[in-house]
């Protein structure tokens, strides 16, 4: 089993911050927590587990990070367009 927790701030509209969000892995051997950052994924790096040195791939699903990151900056777009619009 492979859990994931995810922290993260996010400092403007524009500014996503998705590279920054941290984010902990259970180890699937030994259940410790391996911390990583999203970057890590979107870069396809491997993880280390600090307890049992197993290796974790971490892969960027079917370009799930880019299609989030797309879709999350056009919500963004929307929502600044809207909030301008009512300011009118």
């Known amino acids: ?3 994931i927790s995810i922290k ?4 403007g509209p524009r500014d996503l911050g998705l590279d920054r969000i941290s984010m902990d892995a259970t180890c699937p051997r030994c259940q410790l927590q391996t ?4 970057r890590d994924v979107r870069l396809g ?8 040195r ?7 699903y079917l ?3 880019e299609r989030t990151r797309k879709r999350l900056t056009r919500s963004m ?3 600044v367009k809207t ?3 009512l300011g009118q």
């Open 77 to 79: 777009d929307d929502l």
């Open 35 to 38: 911390p990583f950052f999203l």
């Open 1 to 3: 089993m492979f859990s």
């Open 8 to 11: 993260g701030s996010f400092e």
């Open 54 to 60: 197993v290796n974790i791939a971490l892969n960027d």
């Open 63 to 65: 370009g799930g990070y």
């Open 83 to 85: 909030l301008s619009r």
């Open 45 to 52: 790096r491997v993880l280390v587990c600090r307890g049992c």
